[in-house]
T-cell receptor, first 114, second 110 residues
């Protein structure tokens, strides 16, 4: 079965630290990849997405992600986190089968200490 | 543009009661979705509607029904609520592969 794994469930960082959140998926074919962010009490917002082309994707708020096909990974990075980045981050995969169904990871809760 | 809206924001039900969660989008999207979000489990797809007039089961459809009333609206109905349905419910819409989410409905079933 297709699945998405986010290995870090909880991450605590100090402001200005660098962030890398792991995401691995099990689907063998071509996929579309997404990172969503959910700030406390808010709905999910799209951070960035990868469909094709340059495997290094830049998103909003200084986030970026790198698609490594050989590793089935799409890790999220930010060079220097801020307190306002405290949120839950979800990786999602959408096999382009025509149904636009997402498979979400279980999420990573990030807490940034001021 | 309001995007995706959901009502109610919060609801408490007793076991066995029924209710309908409403969702509407003003982006003229064809596809709409209902998810539930539970701690440690991410978002799981309940039902989706690829276009007006069609609905399909997702990963966890048991205990739910849906109606795609028109292109804008996609409702989720719990006919007989159970404590296991305590969750946060998100509606989403998409045109293409990117989904846009509503603010969620927090449901507590006692």
């Amino acid at each position: 079965a297709q699945s998405v794994s986010q290995h870090n469930h909880h991450v605590i960082l100090s402001e200005a630290a660098s962030l890398e959140l792991g995401c691995n998926y099990s689907y063998g074919g071509t996929v579309n990849l997404f990172w969503y962010v959910q700030y406390p009490g808010q709905h999910l917002q799209l951070l960035l997405k990868y469909f094709s082309g340059d495997p290094l994707v830049k998103g909003i708020k200084g986030f970026e992600a790198e698609f490594i096909k050989s590793k089935f990974s799409f890790n999220l990075r930010k060079p220097s986190v801020q307190w306002s980045d405290t949120a839950e981050y979800f990786c999602a995969v959408n096999p382009p089968s025509g149904t636009y169904k997402y498979i979400f990871g279980t999420g990573t809760r990030l807490k940034v200490l001021a | 543009n309001a995007g995706v809206t959901q009502t109610p924001k919060f609801q408490v039900l007793k076991t066995g009661q029924s209710m309908t969660l409403q969702c509407a989008q003003d982006m003229n999207h064809n596809s709409m979705y209902w998810y539930r979000q539970d701690p440690g489990m991410g978002l799981r797809l309940i039902y989706y509607s690829a276009s007006e007039g069609t609905t399909d089961k997702g990963e966890v459809p048991n205990g739910y029904n849906v109606s795609r009333l028109n292109k804008r609206e996609f409702s989720l109905r719990l006919e007989s609520a159970a404590p296991s349905q305590t969750s946060v419910y998100f509606c989403a819409s998409s045109e293409g592969q990117t989904q846009y989410f509503g603010p969620g409905t927090r449901l507590l079933v006692l």
